[in-house]
């Protein structure tokens, strides 16, 4: 069959002016504000051994990859579907030996096996920081601080992060609420999906309170300890308190202990972020297990923010100034143009028209002239 010309597979797109500079300019923002903190930059291949992509986190999934045989070593090879695996192999590996707590930044773009119907692109740019060798409560706060920075300068506002329990049936299944092996996969499960119903008949009643403890995270916190056998949860409550005097008034602060879809390898404490005006969430975050070679496990805490969303409702655009130079314009007018943050367009044939090509002004003779 023939493909028409310019088509592209579902999910993938064409960045045009002035989108396509917009996306690298927040993406730079976004980098050099994680930057300040501490994080130190990596950036990993697009592709690499699928195993190694599959085996470095815990709950990565090989059916969530886009694989391909590498011509040259006859291996399976995976386009990234997220960076966060592979700073955990860096570190690992190739950073193993730096002091704890590490910092590590990251850009650039990552491609899905499948879309979603709320995020239809398989291809994104994704940003992000991860701190290496805690997940302590001080880790948590640095963290969701350098990201509400980092959206902060990429200009979102109204700036929401969602807290989530990730391992909230696993705490109290071996304690106060105590559940059989084969049915904590299932109750957790059923939360996520906020099913009373499925609960009830499993016979997981004690864990129905916790669907309604979700919203603004002041009386989901009051309703949480008002749940009788959530005890357990105490030392991660107090941490989310903490967490509210920390970012104080600069964000709206939820939580939904239950949520789970997309928190799969994060431990106890996971999150989402959102802006006013900007459709899904824009990033995620939380806590996770590294897992090193000789078997033992790192505890890691970081985030992911997504740059597409931003730049599809507008931000990063820049209006530049353009002057044209007609033709026999001194080269040195140019670099002095330039210099003075001007973004010159010169003229190649007498033909050449001004307005046509996008300019604002045209060099006439003594400076630049508006059109």
Known sequence: ???????????????????????????????????????????????????????????????????????????????????????????????????????????????????????PER??????????????????????????????V????????????????????????????????????????????GLARLGADAYLPFIEAAGPVGPALAKLRSIEGAQALDKRLSAIDAIVA??????????DPTERHGFEYQSWIGFSLFGQGLSGEIGRGGGYTIMHADGH??????FSLYIDPLVDVGLGVVEHRRVFLPLGTAADVGARLRSEDWTTVAALCAEDDARALGCTHIFDGDGPRPL
């Open 1 to 119: 069959m023939t493909i028409a010309p310019g088509l592209l597979p579902e999910g993938l797109r064409d960045r045009l002016p002035p989108q396509a500079e917009a996306g690298s300019r927040l993406l730079h923002r976004v980098i050099v504000a994680i930057g300040r903190h501490g994080y130190m930059r990596v950036t990993p291949p697009l592709a690499e051994f699928e195993e190694e992509l599959v085996g470095r986190l815990k709950s990565a999934r090989a059916q969530d990859l886009l694989r391909f045989v590498d011509p040259v070593s006859q291996r399976t090879l995976a386009l990234r579907p997220d960076i966060t695996a592979q700073v955990g192999r860096i570190a690992a590996t190739r950073m193993g030996h730096r002091a704890r707590p590490l910092r590590l930044a990251y850009g650039g773009p990552v491609i899905k096996l499948r879309a979603t119907q709320l995020r």
């Open 123 to 152: 291809e994104l740019t994704q940003a992000g920081a991860e701190l290496i060798g805690t997940d302590s409560l001080a880790a948590v706060i640095e963290i969701l601080n350098v990201a509400v920075e980092a959206l902060e």
């Open 154 to 197: 990429a200009g979102v506002t109204g700036i929401t992060v969602d807290l989530t329990l990730p391992d909230l049936v696993e705490t109290l299944a071996a304690g106060a609420m105590p559940l059989p092996a084969d049915r904590i996969d299932a109750v957790r499960d059923l939360l996520d999906a906020k099913d009373a119903g």
């Open 246 to 255: 920390a970012l104080g008034d600069r964000v709206t602060l939820t939580l």
């Open 297 to 302: 496990e790192e505890k890691a805490i970081g």
